[in-house]
């Protein structure tokens, strides 16, 4: 399929709240997609319409080719680890495996009890006895072995100590080697994000603010620094997103296809923390022709 | 789906089962010795009652009132709410069945189970009180008969028809409200609101009941009682045992219910404590025949409406299908809930 | 085996670390002809890292001729890297100490010829890529 996620327009509100506004995306296969983004700006609301959870206000989502929840042949295409990893816990570790085999058609029974043997569970124990790491890894696995063709994933490593994270974030890259899923995860730890996403959508205030292959946004923004300067007065191609001065000194953030040559700046790299940081910050106050357009750059 | 379902319900229903089991075990053990006293001698059975026979009687009737009850509320309200609140929803409506067939199986078997132990539960308590029901002492007074209210929905298909309503009805608000509690707290209120509105409003009009004007005599009279403000009722029998008497009032000839008049005070014989003289006695029987008569020629009648025992059934299956018929109606307003509002 | 190491605040693009681990293992030696690399899900079930960025790397080490893939089995070394000869050094050297004459005539200091040389590197290695 060409591709793996498609927002159109697509906004979803409470009551007078809008939680997500007119988000249009495009999210192509084989790609581990990170969604970021302070608390609240919607990054849980575009999760939960992506699996069918939400029904959008306006707009319209469409993954794997269909719409989310349709349909068991579309559920069966998308895997979903939701925030806080909810399990039964009163059922056993196998209870939730038998619950995966009976409720999925193309559930891999070999693949989830390797993976259940490999992290050390007792597939008899309670689910409600596990630790965080451990259901969050269960969680996981359920959703593996569902052989979908897209992983959701919200928030799963917020609630994790470093250990638990990383080896949450081991299976996952693990998975996606051996398997060639595509994956969608929201975190607000960005640091976590740059290790395994090669793709990144930014959401800020209900809105998408930037999106894009990371590499590529690595790239072509660099942090200037140099001698005081009128942020309006740098050159066309150089947009400007992010402007402090002080009396003798500027420091700016600015997007460029094109290299930095002008040899009073000291270019630096930005991390993708430090990008996201960027775009989640209202941008400076420059011309209308400008502003506009930093909205949304692909 | 069926076996998460059978999963889920287990703990939930392994306490229920073992209860209702455990009754019937007792009623079935008991039953028979309670049988044969009755076809020894039908006329003293209530006299040679125990009293641990009396209160299983009352506890039967309880229990089958109970067990609706109790399965909205703690099989009903939680079905949905619980995994609202613990947002297990989210891991289980994305696995690969679509919302409404979760709802289907959960509820569909959820409805097995419960019209499954309502109905043993109810067969072994209405097959145990059959000779009770109605049983009159001499010296006792009575047991209450299988219309009284709360007793009829203690037997037969009735309960069944409630335990129905009541998990929809419990899984309904639960889906709704979002919260167990709060659901299981409705529940109950919307429950008790209906044992006593059905009763009073609905029930006497399931099936038409019989409808009869007759001229009271002193055999057909049953009581007269003095009411608090004065005034003189009087009650006839219907000639029917056992019957649910639903109107018993006296009307005048063009049909309007009407007080008795001033004067049939005086035809009353005297109270107890200043009786003991055979003549005044015989004075006063004789006296009040023809006061009834003189009743009857001023145009006085008693309007009867009642059920009579045979109807008893009709207005089982009727009740029970009445609320089969909530039930489905809930239940469509549940799935439509779930598919289209909990987005 | 070689085991892979990601330093992400360096400034150097991951895959390329990756890139320069596996040319500075070959040089020293600790690589040689025959060796296989680690399988991409080894690596990233080690690291945490996104398996394109390890699939990039191998496959500019293939382009460079230094690996080879093998549909299957996996991704093998195929030579050594010498070090530069000895002979490529001294024109080099030479045309730096001029360079470095310039610099200093220019009041350059010893910190700002370093920072310059720096960027300017960092600046060309990004041209390559981009």
């Known amino acids: 399929m060409s591709t793996v996620l498609r927002a159109d327009g697509l906004g979803k509100r409470y009551g007078r709240r809008w939680a997500l506004t007119d988000c249009t995306l495009e999210i192509e296969p084989g790609h581990v997609t990170g969604l970021v983004g302070p608390n609240g700006a919607g990054k849980s609301t575009l999760l939960n319409l992506a699996v069918g959870l939400l029904a959008p206000t306006t707009g319209t989502i469409e993954v794997c080719g269909g719409r989310p929840a349709d349909d068991p042949e579309q559920l069966a295409l998308v895997g979903f680890v939701a925030q806080d990893t909810p ?35 007792d597939p008899r124990q309670r689910v409600g006895k596990l630790s965080g790491g451990q259901r969050a890894q269960l969680a996981l696995t359920l959703a593996l072995a569902k052989r979908p063709e897209l992983l959701v994933l919200d928030e799963p490593v917020a609630s994790l100590d470093p250990l638990a994270r990383r080896e949450f974030l081991q299976v996952l ?37 930037l999106e894009g292959d990371v590499e590529h946004l690595l790239a072509t923004h660099h942090r200037l620094t140099g001698p005081r300067r009128d942020p309006a007065t740098m050159p066309a191609g150089q947009q400007v997103l992010s402007a402090s001065s002080t009396e003798r000194q500027s420091t700016f953030v600015v997007r460029t296809d094109e290299p930095v040559l002008d040899p009073a700046w000291s270019v630096g790299q930005l991390s993708l923390e430090d990008l996201v940081l960027t775009y989640m910050s209202p941008p400076p106050d420059l011309d209308a022709g400008a502003r506009t357009a930093l909205e949304v750059l692909r | ?176 409200l979002r919260r167990t509690l709060p659901a299981m707290a409705l529940t109950l209120l919307v429950l008790l609101g209906v044992q006593i509105a059905v009763p009073l409003w609905i029930r006497p009009h399931l099936v038409p009941p019989v409808e009869r004007t007759v001229a009271a005599t002193v055999s057909t009279m049953t009581d007269i ?6 005034k003189l009722t009087l009650g006839v029998t219907t000639g029917s ?22 004067w049939f005070g005086a035809c009353l014989p005297p109270p107890p404590s200043q009786a003991g003289q055979g003549a005044t006695q015989a004075q006063g029987d004789g006296g009040l025949a023809a006061c009834f008569d ?7 009648r008693q309007h009867l409406v009642y059920h009579p025992n045979s109807s008893f059934w009709p207005l089982q299956w009727a009740e029970a299908g009445l609320f089969a018929g909530l039930s489905a109606l809930l239940a469509g307003c549940c799935f439509w809930w779930t598919r289209r509002r909990l987005a | 085996m070689i085991e892979f190491s990601l330093d992400l605040r360096s400034g150097v693009a991951p895959y390329l670390q990756v890139v320069q681990q596996v040319r500075h293992a070959i040089r020293l030696g600790v690589l040689r002809p025959g060796d296989q690399l680690p399988t991409v899900k080894d690596v990233v079930a080690r690291l945490a890292i996104n398996p394109n960025t390890v699939l990039k790397a191998y496959r500019e080490l293939e382009r460079d001729g230094l690996v080879t893939a093998r549909q299957g089995v996996g991704t093998f070394v195929t030579r050594t890297l010498g070090g530069p000869t000895l002979t490529a050094y001294q024109p080099l050297s030479r045309d730096l100490r001029r360079w470095l004459a310039k610099a200093r005539a220019a009041g350059l200091d010893d910190e700002s010829i370093e920072a310059l040389f ?6 060309a290695a990004q041209e390559g890529i981009a």
């Open chain 2, 294 to 300: 003189r009743l009857a020629a001023e145009g006085y």
């Open chain 2, 225 to 230: 009682t003095l009411g608090q403000d004065g």
């Open chain 2, 1 to 176: 789906m069926t076996w998460l379902t059978l999963r889920q319900l287990r703990a939930s229903a392994a306490g229920l089962f073992a209860v209702v089991a455990a009754v019937a075990v007792v009623l079935a053990v008991t039953g028979p010795a309670l049988f044969r006293l009755h076809r020894a001698d039908p006329a003293l059975f209530f006299d040679r009652l125990s009293s641990a026979d009396s209160f299983l009687y009352y506890a039967g009737v309880g229990a089958v009132v109970l067990v609706p009850a109790l399965i909205g509320i703690f099989w009903g309200a939680p079905l949905i709410a619980r995994e609202l609140e613990t947002g297990t929803h989210r891991m289980v409506w994305t696995q690969s069945v679509s919302r409404t067939r979760w709802l289907a199986v959960k509820l569909g078997l959820t409805a097995l189970a419960a019209l499954g132990v309502t109905a043993l539960l109810s067969l072994a308590v209405t097959w145990w009180s059959s000779p009770m029901d109605g049983a009159q002492s001499t010296t006792r007074g009575a047991l209450p008969t299988r219309f009284t209210p709360i007793v009829f929905d203690g037997r037969g298909v009735a309960p069944l028809g409630y335990a129905l309503f009541a998990l929809v009805l419990g899984t309904t608000l639960g889906a709704v």
């Open chain 1, 173 to 209: 890259m693990e998975a996606v080697a051996e398997h060639g899923i595509s994956v969608v995860l929201s975190s607000h730890l960005v640091a976590d994000l740059e290790r395994v996403c090669d793709h990144v959508v930014v959401l800020v205030d209900s809105r998408v603010r």
């Open chain 1, 87 to 121: 399990t039964y816990a009163t059922l056993s570790v196998a209870d939730h495996l038998r619950l995966g085999a009976r409720l999925n058609p193309r559930w891999d029974d070999a693949m989830a009890r390797a993976r259940i043997a490999a992290l050390g569970l």
């Open chain 3, 118 to 123: 720096a960027s300017t590197l960092r600046a």
């Open chain 2, 241 to 262: 045992p056992n019957a649910w008497i639903l109107v018993d009032e006296t009307v005048d000839a063009s049909g309007r219910p009407v007080q008795l008049p001033a």
